[in-house]
């Protein structure tokens, strides 16, 4: 072999000991030339290191600082929320309800907040009064100075739930006493069974089908009731209010009613809204210890007050089979009832089928059972009527508010398109009157001193001026002095 060759083999041995060192292998039996490359190995053993490189993936924990993300966590802290809870600080508004309930008095829409109107009650306070309100439904200012009594009434017919509340208000002068009522009433009860004129010709009475006498929940009138021991007394009336003059059970549908006793009488106050109101009247009625009898006494205790004419009677022919008058012209219902001064000879010619006639004929009340006024509105779902009675009557057969330190006890009913299914209060209700001396206006200021010696209260009442309230239409304030007798009729002494 030439020297050449050898040359060019070391010279490629050389080269490939390069390589495997740089690989950081060793060549067998040439651990002399290749020890040296052996720690360029070592470098190799770095890139093993290199190979923990690999788990830097794991860096990518470093994400995991994404805990920022926390920081949405921090919308956490939206107590702010919290704040919004707040915002059942309106909800607490809803407590204006009260005023509500005594706006109620000033109107149709109140009652329905009548439950708001103070806490229920068992007495009712009758305020003495110069101006009187006028009996037509509306509730006057005047009645703003007497304390409303709110109590509630259960288990009668066509009712929600069977209930209803009753606020009510009494007045007085010198002779006369008056009272408001007004109560929820979900439908204005009017065709108390009316005829129909049927596709034939014929007629038909719509009465409630499920009536066994006496008990129509179906085609009837809304009415109430307020009755009143009268100084006879009646036994268990001071414990149990009126349920102490009815009995349940009793031969009809919902019992009889009289008293406990022979010689107790109680004054009732019957509220017709189709059989009297409209002449401006209550039923004057009362309660006698009479017990049921079907030919003698079927109304058993329960009696109306002498008359010497008026009332109503039911519009019906001599065979039964239709009515016998029609209204003025002819005109079919509504209303439900005919002025006996306006009935006239029912002409079926002038009426068509579904048309109805009223079944009852009405007038003024004269004598002692017509002694009680009213003025009656059912609107938007409430009652309110006005009534108003002498404090003196003198009938055997009244309550007689003779001693204005005594306590009157009495009950309250509501009947909704019932005959006798009402809801009733279940304690006895108590009535007081209030002398001039300890009454003051609800709600209204008494007069001020600096009023003394003004020669008009228009000065700021006419205007509002600082913050005086405008001078309501009752009493009449058109020539209005600033008279204590007349200012005291709102403000009090």
Not at 59 to 77: D, E, N, S, V
Not at 78 to 101: D, F, K, L, M, R
Not at 293 to 313: F, I, L, M, Q, V
Not at 453 to 460: F, L, Y
């Amino acid at each position: 072999m030439s020297a050449a060759s050898r040359m060019n083999i070391a010279i490629a041995i050389a080269v490939i000991a390069v390589i495997i060192a740089a690989a950081g292998l060793a060549l067998p039996g040439q651990k002399g030339d290749t020890g040296p490359a052996g720690p360029a190995g070592q470098a190799g053993s770095q890139g093993a290191a290199g190979a923990q490189g690999q788990t830097g993936p794991a860096g990518p924990q470093g994400p995991a600082g994404a805990q920022g993300a926390q920081g949405p966590a921090g919308p956490a802290g939206s107590a702010g929320p919290q704040g919004s809870a707040g915002a059942q600080g309106p909800a607490g508004s809803a407590g204006p309800q009260g005023p509500q309930g005594a706006q109620g008095a000033l109107g149709p829409a109140g009652p329905a907040g009548a439950a708001g109107v103070g806490v229920e009650s068992s007495i009712l306070k009758a305020s003495p009064t110069v101006a009187t309100p006028s009996l037509d439904g509306a509730v006057d200012p005047v009645w703003l100075k007497a304390t409303p009594l709110v109590v509630q009434v259960k288990n009668g017919a066509n009712l929600p739930n069977g209930s209803t509340t009753v606020l009510m208000r009494a007045l007085y002068t010198k002779d006369t006493i008056y009272f408001l009522a007004q109560w929820s009433d979900p439908t204005l009860s009017q065709r108390r069974s009316p005829w129909q004129m049927q596709a034939d010709g014929t007629w038909k009475k719509l009465t409630d089908p499920n009536d066994k006498g006496g008990d129509n929940n179906l085609y009837y009138e809304d009415k109430a009731s307020f009755i009143w021991p009268t100084n006879t007394g009646v036994k268990g009336f001071e414990k149990v209010g009126c349920l102490a003059s009815c009995h349940p059970g009793e031969t009809k549908p919902y019992g009889n009613m009289y008293t406990s006793n022979a010689g107790e009488i109680a004054d009732m106050w019957h509220f017709k809204s189709i059989r009297t109101a409209p002449n401006g009247q209550v039923d004057d009625q009362y309660l006698d210890s009479t017990r049921y009898n079907k030919t003698s006494a079927p109304e058993a205790g329960r009696h109306s007050d002498p008359k010497t004419s008026g009332g109503y009677n039911d519009n019906v022919n001599a065979a039964k089979n239709g009515p016998q008058y029609g209204r003025a012209n002819n005109m079919p219902a509504p209303p439900y009832y005919i002025l006996d001064s306006e009935k006239v000879p029912i002409n079926a010619s002038n009426y068509k089928a579904g048309d109805e006639v009223p079944g009852i004929i009405i007038a003024p009340i004269v004598g002692d059972r017509g002694d009680i006024k009213v003025g009656s509105v059912w609107k938007d779902g409430i009652w309110t009527i006005e009534m108003s009675r002498k404090l003196v009557t003198g009938s055997k057969y009244d309550v007689q508010y003779s001693n204005m330190t005594a306590e009157y006890l009495f009950g309250v009913a509501v009947f909704e398109n019932a005959a006798v299914r009402h809801a009733w209060t279940d304690i006895p209700l108590k009535l007081t009157f209030q002398t001039a001396e300890t009454t003051t206006a609800a709600g209204i200021p008494a007069i001020p001193a600096s009023h003394e010696g003004r020669t008009t209260c228009a000065v700021c009442h006419a205007t509002g001026a600082a913050g005086a309230p405008i001078f309501p239409s009752t009493p009449d304030h058109k020539s209005f002095e600033d008279a204590r007798a007349v200012c005291s009729t709102c403000h009090g002494k």
